[in-house]
């Protein structure tokens, strides 16, 4: 168990639609990242957050947003949901900003199926 | 959150042989290298890393070789066990296209450990 939750386990929904995914980091921890884990795509960094402000930025669709809450949690908005965004959705958690040297801790996911 | 069914190059080792998973990266700019394991049912998680003013760094049982003529990155696993089936991602630390650091994961290498 790494320390980083994620809700809901599994998400189902229709295409048109919007979904909201949470992220509790480790305790302790500053930083939120964001991953996409796609059949075609492996793992694609989205975007990173650090204590409350955005630190970085992947190749997020424009129609995918991110916020990092008060009290660290963090959420994954993805609105007008396509068939190609079906993916496992990461959240890791790290005690500081660096993007590489400070470790990442992964959560289990958020398997998202758009049908 | 369990393991995407990626079309990974894969590698079978008999339990208790040594196994090397082999990584191209992409960017002669990127200074550090991280190792991940993600086994089925779980998130990536770390097992070593590596910067890029070394070619060589152990741990337990695992060894990472860097080449930064070639941009080759090898994982040495010693005497496998069953637990050490799983996928292995290599990632390199570069700059995005939007001018911040992030990490670059490979396709994976699926290992799998025959009793």
């Known amino acids: 168990d790494s320390g980083v939750t994620q809700t809901p386990k599994h998400l189902i929904t229709a295409t048109g639609q919007r979904v909201t995914l949470r992220c509790s980091p480790r305790s302790g921890d500053l930083s939120v990242y964001w991953y996409q884990q796609s059949l075609d795509q492996g793992l694609q960094f989205l975007i990173q957050y650090y204590n409350g402000e955005e630190r970085a930025k992947g190749n997020i669709l424009e129609r995918f947003s991110a916020q990092q809450f008060p009290d660290l949690h963090s959420e994954l908005n993805l609105s007008s949901l396509e068939l190609g965004d079906s993916a496992l959705y990461f959240c890791a958690s790290s005690v500081t900003g660096g993007a590489g040297e400070d470790e990442q801790f992964f959560g289990p996911g958020t398997r998202l199926t758009v049908l | ?115």
């Not at chain 2, 992030?102 to 799998?112: A, D, E, I, Q, S």
């Open chain 2, 1 to 115: 959150g369990e393991s995407v069914g990626l079309h990974l190059p894969t590698l079978s080792v008999q339990e208790g042989d040594n196994s090397i998973i082999n990584c191209a990266y992409s960017n002669s700019a990127s200074d550090y290298f991280i190792w991940y394991k993600q086994e089925s049912g779980k998130g990536p998680q770390f097992i070593i890393d590596i910067r890029s003013n070394m070619d060589k760094r152990q741990g337990q049982r695992v060894t990472v070789l860097l080449n930064k003529t070639v941009k080759h990155l090898s994982l040495q696993i010693a005497a496998t066990q069953p637990g050490d089936s799983a996928v292995y991602f290599c990632a390199e630390r570069g700059i995005s296209n939007f001018g911040n650091e992030k990490l670059t994961f490979g396709t994976g290498t699926r290992l799998t450990i025959i009793p």
